[in-house]
């Protein structure tokens, strides 16, 4: 518990959520420099077979607090920042499915903003979905830690392990999804990938994709979407 900094929680909970989550890594996270090598070049090249498992730490290490703040960016400053508040509030008990859920950096960023709504926020249930076990060991143990600080808020987390080959989503079974680098990381599923997507999504719901601008899936994806038939917002960080 950061017991000192309890009032910049107030001024800015992002922060706050932010600073929990550093120290938490500076205890607990080693992460052996070539490690770091490794994931960084298989990043930069795009490379889709990256092993989560083996590589969980640096992932954390090097993009945790970029892709948390990309997602807080997007929920405080989005196309129309009270479309998802009308989505979540529309459900008496909101569901949301993160996908590709990693170790949880999206989701912080997601609580952490629903947290400033109540009662939009009351008995949420989120499901983090993930192909890596350790990626969604160490999302447990992230929010394990910064749950107790999101208190106007309840949260029923689930995980689920499973690949996404594999993965058979409930029809209208989520309210928002939420995917960050997801479809990028999946090129040869994305068909399929997005049509289940949008199975999964209920009437009225929303799916939310982070992706950069440079990824060449946005592109493909913009296009398999609109010959579904479905409006997209864009917007650049």
Do not use: C
Not at 23 to 49: H, T, W
Not at 53 to 68: K, M, S, T
Not at 198 to 210: E, F, N, Y
């Amino acid at each position: 518990m950061l017991e000192a900094d309890q009032d910049s929680f107030k001024i800015d909970p992002y922060l706050y959520i932010s600073q929990v989550v550093s120290k938490y890594f500076g205890r607990n996270l080693i992460v052996p420099s070539r490690d770091v090598v490794e994931l960084a070049n298989k990043v930069i090249s795009l490379d889709p077979n990256i092993s989560y498992d083996q590589l969980a730490g640096p992932f954390a290490h090097l993009y945790w607090q970029r892709n948390f703040w990309k997602a807080a960016y997007f929920f405080e400053h989005g196309p129309d920042p009270f479309l998802y508040e009308r989505t979540i509030a529309a459900s008496v008990s909101p569901r949301v499915l993160v996908l590709g859920a990693g170790s949880a950096a999206d989701t912080m960023a997601f609580m952490t903003w629903l947290n400033q709504k109540p009662p939009l926020g009351r008995n949420s249930k989120i499901t983090l979905v993930d192909r890596s076990q350790r990626q969604l060991d160490l999302a447990q143990e992230i929010i394990g830690i910064t749950k107790p600080h999101l208190a106007s808020s309840h949260f029923d987390i689930e995980y689920q392990n499973v690949d996404v080959a594999s993965w058979e989503p409930q029809p209208e079974s989520a309210d928002l999804i939420l995917m960050s680098h997801f479809l990028t990381e999946n090129p040869a599923n994305l068909t399929s990938l997005l049509g289940r997507i949008r199975d999964a999504a209920r009437d009225r719901g929303k799916v939310v994709t982070i992706e950069r601008e440079r990824d060449p899936i946005w592109e493909q994806a913009r296009e398999l979407l609109m010959d579904m038939g479905i409006h997209t917002l864009d917007m650049a960080i």
